[in-house]
C-alpha cells in the first residue's frame, strides 16, 4: 500500500519505538501525515485519508474480482510478478514463452512507469503483450489490467502473465484478479529482503529464485533467503534457476504446465475443444 | 509520489494510448481512481484526493525546509541515498565510513520496510544510526528525518547518509531536507532503469554506478546506461565503482569531502573550531 507514514495498520518505529500510531489499529494513512495531530500540525485529517484509502483499495478489489472471474470462466491462468527493478522478469518472460511453445497462447501485460522496452522484447518472441505505462505511478491496479485484458482478448486455456511495476512495496496490497503472486529475487539482491519487505513475500505463493548463475561472484546464502522467506509466508514454493543459463527452467515450466491444468479442469468441454483447434 | 493510477501530471497510457487524463493536469491522484467518473464508478471524488495528496506533500516539503536549515546552519553534508532494493547501498556505507576514518563526524539515519539490519551494520563501524521502519510505508518522509536528527544530535560539520527504503519510484517526490540525492544502480540491474524509472533519476544530482565488479558476469551496458541516464537529468554527475572489491572508492571520496567543505564553508569559525576540537 502507499502509505508514507507506515501507520497502515502497522506502527512506524525509530529505533524500535513506536513513533507513529493510528487510533484505529487498522486504519491506513497515506502521505507525509501521523495520526498524532498533537505532534505536528495536520492539513488533512485522518479521517479523510484513512476514507480515501479504503474507498480505493474497495475500488480495486472490487474490479480485481471481475478480473478474475473473466479470467476463470475462460480457464486463464493468471500469474502477477512481482519484483525488485532489474531482477530478470522479462528475461524470464522471454525464455519462459520460448520454451513454452505451443502448449498453449501465452499473452503478457508488462507494466511500467514509462518505456515499451519490456513490450517490444515480448512481441520479439511472436506473443502479443500490452504495455501499461503508469506515469508516476509506483504499481498496476485492478483497472488498467481489466483495459489490458480487453485489449489482449485471450484465447481459452492461456497462459497470461501481468509483469508488475519493478518495486517490492507498493504492489503487493494491489489484488489484480491473479490466481498468485509470484515474487522473483535475483541472488544479486541480497538474502535479507524478505525480512525487509515482508509484504510482498506474504502475498506471494511461489518464490523464484533468479540469477543463481551469478552465485559464485556474490554473497548469498541462498538456504538463509529461502528460510527467511518462508518465515514470513510459511509454505511458500521456491524454484532456482537462470533464465539466462536455462538452468533450473525444467521446473519453473512444470509449475506453470500444473497451473494451467489446474485453472482449465472446470472448463466445459466445448470451449476446450475451441481452444486446442484454435 | 504514490500514485496509482499514474495521473498525477502525468497520463497513464496503455500501448502508447492515453488511457487515464486529468481534467487538471497539474493535478496529482492516489489510488484505484481515475478522474474519468464517467469511465468507472468513483467513491472517492478527484478533488478529495487531489486535496489529501497536495497536503501531504506540502506538509512535507515544509518539514523538510526546517529539516534543511537545520543541517546547512550545522555545515552538515546530507545525503538521500535512493536506489532499488539490493542495489548495494549499506555496503556502500560501511564501506565508505570505514574509508572516511576521522575526518569529520559521519551519521546515518536507515530506512526499511522492517529489520534493523542495516543499522546494525553500520553501529558495528562505530558510527551512530538511527533505523527508521516504516511498516506499510514506501518510502521516507521529512517528518521521520525530523525525528531521527533529533535523536541523533549532529555535531557541526558531519556527513549524514539518509538511506531509503529500496524503491526507484516512491522516494523520489519527497523531499527530506537532504543536500542531494544520490541514485545507486548496480549492473546487474540492467542499463535501461534509467528511461523506465525517470522520476528517480531526474531528481538526483549523482549517480554510483555500483558493483562494477560484476559487469563481466552480466549483460550491461555501461555507456548506455550513462547515457540514458542523463537523457532524463542532463548533466548528472556519474562515479563508477564497487563498494566490495574497492574499485573507484577514491572518487567516491572525493566527492564526499568536497561536498563537505562546501557545505561547511559557511559556518562561523567558532563552530568549526567546537568540530575540529570535537
Redesign the interface.
Same mark, same amino acid.
Given at each position: 500500500?502507499?502509505?508514507?507514514?507506515?501507520?497502515?495498520?502497522?506502527?512506524?518505529?525509530?529505533?524500535?519505538a513506536t513513533?507513529f500510531r493510528h487510533a484505529d489499529p487498522h486504519a491506513?494513512a497515506?502521505?507525509? #501525515?501521523?495520526a498524532h495531530a498533537a505532534k *505536528?500540525?495536520?492539513? +488533512?485529517s485522518d479521517e /479523510?485519508?484513512v476514507?480515501?484509502?479504503r474507498?480505493?483499495?474497495?475500488?480495486?478489489d472490487a474490479?480485481a474480482a471481475l478480473n478474475r472471474r473473466t479470467l476463470e470462466q475462460r480457464g486463464v491462468f493468471a500469474l502477477n510478478l512481482v519484483s525488485?527493478?532489474?531482477s530478470g522478469k522479462t528475461t524470464l518472460l522471454v525464455r519462459t514463452i520460448e520454451a513454452w511453445g505451443a502448449r498453449s497462447p501465452v499473452a503478457v501485460i508488462e507494466g511500467?512507469?514509462?518505456?515499451?522496452?519490456d513490450?517490444d522484447r515480448i512481441r520479439a518472441t511472436g506473443a502479443p503483450a500490452?504495455? #501499461?505505462?503508469?506515469?508516476?505511478?509506483? *504499481?498496476l491496479?485492478? +483497472?488498467?489490467v481489466s /483495459?489490458?485484458l480487453a485489449?489482449l482478448d485471450l484465447a481459452p486455456r492461456s497462459l497470461l502473465f501481468v509483469e508488475n511495476?519493478?518495486?517490492?512495496?507498493?504492489p503487493a496490497?494491489?489484488d489484480l484478479g491473479e490466481a498468485h503472486k509470484v515474487v522473483i529475487l535475483?541472488v544479486?539482491?541480497?538474502e535479507?529482503?524478505p525480512?525487509?519487505?515482508?509484504?510482498m513475500f506474504r502475498a506471494a505463493d511461489l518464490m523464484v529464485l533468479n540469477?543463481v548463475?551469478?552465485a559464485p561472484?556474490?554473497s548469498f546464502d541462498r538456504a538463509r533467503a529461502i528460510e527467511m522467506a518462508r518465515r514470513v509466508r510459511p509454505g511458500l514454493e521456491v524454484i532456482e534457476l537462470s533464465a539466462t543459463t536455462g538452468a533450473g527452467m525444467d521446473a519453473w515450466l512444470a509449475w506453470l504446465d500444473a497451473g494451467l491444468r489446474r485453472a482449465s479442469s472446470q472448463l466445459p468441454a466445448a470451449v476446450v475443444a475451441t481452444a486446442q483447434a484454435g
Open positions: 500500500m502507499c502509505t508514507t507514514c507506515g501507520c497502515g495498520g502497522h506502527e512506524a518505529t525509530i529505533d524500535g513513533a491506513v497515506i502521505g507525509a #501525515v501521523h *505536528h500540525a495536520h492539513g +488533512a /479523510r485519508i476514507a480515501v484509502e474507498d480505493l483499495l474497495a475500488k480495486n474490479i525488485s527493478p532489474g511500467d512507469q514509462q518505456t515499451s522496452f513490450a500490452v504495455q #501499461v505505462n503508469t506515469g508516476k505511478g509506483c *504499481h491496479d485492478a +483497472a488498467m /483495459r489490458a485489449q511495476v519493478g518495486n517490492l512495496v507498493c496490497a494491489f535475483s544479486t539482491e541480497g535479507d529482503k525480512l525487509k519487505y515482508p509484504d540469477k548463475d551469478l561472484y556474490v
